[in-house]
């Protein structure tokens, strides 16, 4: 108990270093939970349905570079990745 009273009187004593304290705690929290939704919106959730009449399957893995470039010209893949 003797050490939670000296701690309390340690704290009084520099209220900028409880706030200093206060603040990276608070940092640190945010900065966790934005990784924790990025992460989670990127890799751990399923392809989202939202839009769900833009979606489209490439079937089999062999497609030429020019038919890539194709591809990514047409209506449907307007936004096919690099």
């Known amino acids: 108990?003797?050490?939670f009273k000296n701690a309390a009187q340690n704290l009084?004593?520099?209220p900028a270093l409880v706030?200093?304290?206060?603040?990276?705690?608070a940092l640190g929290i945010?900065?966790?939970v934005t990784v924790f939704s990025l992460v989670r919106e990127m890799i751990l959730d399923d392809v989202s349905g939202r839009?769900?009449?833009?979606l489209a399957s490439v079937e089999g893995a062999n497609?030429?570079?020019?038919?890539?470039?194709?591809?990514q010209q047409a209506a449907p893949f307007?936004?096919?990745a690099y």
């Open 1 to 3: 108990m003797s050490d």
């Open 12 to 14: 009084r004593r520099d």
């Open 19 to 25: 706030a200093v304290e206060i603040l990276s705690l």
């Open 30 to 32: 945010a900065t966790n």
């Open 51 to 54: 839009h769900s009449e833009q």
């Open 63 to 71: 497609v030429s570079y020019t038919a890539y470039r194709d591809l």
């Open 78 to 80: 307007q936004d096919l």
